[in-house]
T-cell receptor
Framework: EDKVVQSPLSLVVHEGDTVTLNCSYEVTNFRSLLWYKQEKKAPTFLFML????IEKKSGRLSSILDKKELSSILNITATQTGDSAIYLCAVGKGTGTASKLTFGTGTRLQVTL | DSGVTQTPKHLITATGQRVTLRCSPR?????VYWYQQSLDQGLQFLIQYYNGEERAKGNILERFSAQQFPDLHSELNLSSLELGDSALYFC??????????????FGEGSRLTVL
């Protein structure tokens, strides 16, 4: 059975701190790893990492995929209160037009002043 | 706004009842996914449709069924509802190619409460 495990479950930091969120997976026929941010309702897309794109960066957020260790990290530097959210890691698999994303249970990040 | 529309936003019903959740995908997306999110389970994949056909299935209960219509909107039917079915149900859409979903665009969800 496909498995995605995120750690830590929850994290409280002060504004300005740097945080690292972890995701490890056990998935057959791995295709991609995605990071999402969920605030109030719908998850919003952050990054997608694949065998051909193992590192992504956008502003203060960056992510790396380690295919050997079957894991990924999401780094957030100079955190702001607006970064407070649940961060979800998902792993994609599929063939042809069949596709499935398996999500981890998420890391709840709270950034305080 | 992701471009994915879900209705209703909230639904309260009793055990044993049946409900239908509706989803309109983003323009141009042929693939629709249904996920269930409850407090202790996270986002659980239920089912994927591509251009009207079921393509991937997750841990979807037999009491649940879904379909995707020719206009690409999708419906998730939940029957013989139990208290444990109370959850937020998300629909998402994407472009799929070569088994890769790419970015999933999520709707705002339908919150189902079963009393």
């Amino acid at each position: 059975e496909d498995k995605v495990v995120q750690s830590p479950l929850s994290l409280v930091v002060h504004e300005g701190d740097t945080v690292t969120l972890n995701c490890s997976y056990e998935v057959t026929n791995f295709r991609s790893l995605l990071w999402y941010k969920q605030e109030k309702k719908a998850p919003t897309f952050l990054f997608m990492l694949t065998s051909s794109g193992i590192e992504k960066k956008s502003g203060r957020l960056s992510s790396i995929l380690d295919k050997k260790e079957l894991s990924s990290i999401l780094n957030i530097t100079a955190t702001q209160t607006g970064d407070s959210a649940i961060y979800l890691c998902a792993v994609g698999k599929g063939t042809g037009t069949a596709s499935k994303l398996t999500f981890g249970t998420g890391t709840r990040l709270q950034v305080t002043l | 706004d992701s471009g994915v529309t879900q209705t209703p936003k909230h639904l309260i019903t009793a055990t044993g009842q049946r409900v239908t959740l509706r989803c309109s995908p983003r323009s141009g997306d042929l693939s629709v996914y249904w996920y269930q999110q409850s407090l202790d389970q996270g986002l659980q994949f239920l089912i994927q449709y591509y251009n009207g056909e079921e393509r991937a299935k997750g841990n979807i209960l037999e009491r649940f069924s879904a379909q995707q219509f020719p206009d690409l909107h999708s419906e998730l039917n939940l029957s013989s509802l139990e208290l444990g079915d109370s959850a937020l149900y998300f629909c998402a859409s994407s472009v799929v190619a070569g088994g890769m979903a790419g970015e999933l665009f999520f709707g705002e969800g339908s919150r189902l409460t079963v009393l």
